[in-house]
């Protein structure tokens, strides 16, 4: 997997994140809702937010990354450049502080679905680094 360094935009898209996660963490829902927020960076170089959305059945719950693309479709944007997830620090969490999160693999494949070159934010050994979507799935037989 090809790792590039990040720019200035890219850690805007992190601490936009953080800001967010932090503004919409709710500790009264569902034993702690929008613990994770993602924003996303268009080709034009507008910002979407996205939260998780939990719910009491499991399967209806959304991640922060679907919800932010998902905004920015229903703003005219189609064209995506990068995403970057944070979570917020939980009691069971070993983290003490908002972290950079990857995606998960169902968030990855619905990345890719969305653009191939979109850049994802990682943590990767104690730092922040940006890769290819694609470069997340190594192996799509479709």
């Not at 995403?83 to 619905?110: F, K």
Request: glycine residues 8%; hydrophobic residues 40%; aromatic residues 4%.
């Amino acid at each position: 997997m090809e790792t590039r360094s990040l720019s200035s935009a890219d850690r805007d898209l992190i601490d936009r994140a953080s800001e967010t996660v932090a503004d919409c963490v709710d500790h009264e829902k569902f034993g702690g809702a929008h613990i994770v927020a993602a924003t996303l960076r268009t080709a034009s170089g507008a910002m979407y937010d996205g939260v998780s959305v939990p719910a009491s059945i499991g399967r209806a719950s959304g991640c922060g990354e679907p919800v932010a693309i998902g905004s920015a479709i229903a703003d005219g944007e189609d064209e995506f450049d990068a995403i970057a997830a944070v979570s917020y620090p939980m009691p069971e969490h070993e983290a003490e502080e908002i972290q950079l999160i990857p995606p998960c693999g169902v968030c990855r494949e619905m990345i890719v679905d969305y653009g191939e070159d979109i850049d994802v934010i990682i943590p990767r050994e104690g730092d922040a680094v940006k890769v290819r979507a694609e470069e997340l799935l190594p192996v799509r037989p479709w």
